[in-house]
């Protein structure tokens, strides 16, 4: 896919707690800004004894938002629910009622071979009862991709079932901490997780089998206060920007801004996309200098990343070259 904007648009993916009281409130008052997707998560940070009362929590936030639109104009971000099993989905979906429309789609956790067919089933079914899409994101973290030998064939095999809801798969995301959590490792603030080298081989091969179809998104970064912690994420962002990623789970508000000015589109490289599709056809070359004077496009090796680039500028914006 990748042929429209919306798989650009979740940009900075903030994670909350399904059960968090405050964050109905936060988004009427705009606390968060306008620039950045929210995910309500009912697995990792919910207890195992208390997820009925999050998922009723939940609903209450939602319908909370719902009501507020009514009467008041706020940023809305995209909403998705990250859920613990495929028959979550549909109960979610009946217990928010005349609030549904406000779910952009699923987070899908630790998606696998055994998982998978559930899942898709279970937004397949959701989306003929809705009159809207709901998308759906899965999350690459189990432990069947760290072995070689069948690494391949689980992340072809993942790819072929995807197939049959590709259009509704907003973006590919990675789970880096559940990641390093297999190999016991934790990155500190100045490290970036690429150079986890067990770890970045894994999301090399989840982008080279996904990265020409679907984006991609970046993993999560922890840190969010104290010395440097803005400094690593800029360095992390630059490395994901580098290998393909678009996008990045945050944990805390402060790191919002951080990823929408790193994926910002420079001035050069928004002005070489537009020449680069709006070619000369009559021209005799599909080699010329950028409008800079600086480097050189080509025709017919850059036009996946003019598209790109446009679609990013869409999403994020675009900024002086020499802006820092």
């Known amino acids: 896919m990748k042929n429209s904007s919306i798989y650009y648009s979740v940009g900075p993916l903030l994670y909350c707690p399904g059960n968090r009281e405050t964050i109905a409130p936060s988004i009427i008052q705009q606390k968060f800004g306008n620039r950045f997707s929210l995910a309500l998560c009912l697995e990792d940070t919910i207890s195992d004894q208390h997820v009925a009362q999050a998922e009723h929590c939940l609903a209450a936030s939602i319908q909370k938002i719902h009501c507020a639109m009514e009467h008041t104009s706020f940023y809305l971000p995209k909403i998705f629910i990250r859920v613990r099993r495929p028959q979550q989905i549909l109960h979610m979906i009946d217990l928010l009622g005349d609030s549904r429309h406000l779910i952009c789609g699923f987070i899908l956790p630790k998606f696998a071979p055994e998982t998978a067919d559930g899942y898709i089933q279970a ?7 809705s009159g809207q899409a709901i998308y759906l994101m899965p999350i690459y973290e189990s432990s069947c991709i760290i072995d070689l030998r069948t690494r391949f064939d689980i992340l072809y095999e993942l790819k072929e079932k995807l197939s049959a809801v590709e259009e509704l ?5 990675v789970g880096g901490n559940d990641l390093c959590h ?5 990155r500190h603030e100045n490290e970036s997780i690429h150079k986890i080298r067990p770890v970045s081989d894994i999301f090399s091969d989840i982008l080279t089998v996904y990265g020409m179809d679907y984006v ?4 999560v970064w922890e840190y969010y206060n104290g010395n440097g912690w803005k400094e690593g994420l800029i360095k992390e962002l630059a490395d994901d920007k580098l290998c393909g990623f678009i996008g990045k789970t945050v944990i805390h508000p402060n790191q919002i801004d951080v990823v929408n000015r790193a994926y910002r589109v420079t001035q050069n490289d928004y002005l070489d996309a537009c020449s680069i599709l709006n070619w000369n056809n009559t ?6 200098a950028n409008p800079a004077g600086e480097r050189m496009n080509e025709k017919k090796t850059h036009t996946n990343w003019a598209r790109q680039t446009l679609f990013m500028a869409e999403a994020f914006g675009i900024t002086p070259s020499d802006a820092s």
């Open 182 to 186: 297999l190999f016991s490792i934790r």
């Open 169 to 173: 798969v907003l973006n590919i995301r």
């Open 216 to 219: 991609v998104s970046g993993p």
């Open 283 to 288: 021209s005799v070359r599909d080699v010329s």
């Open 123 to 129: 937004i397949i079914t959701a989306n003929e009862q």
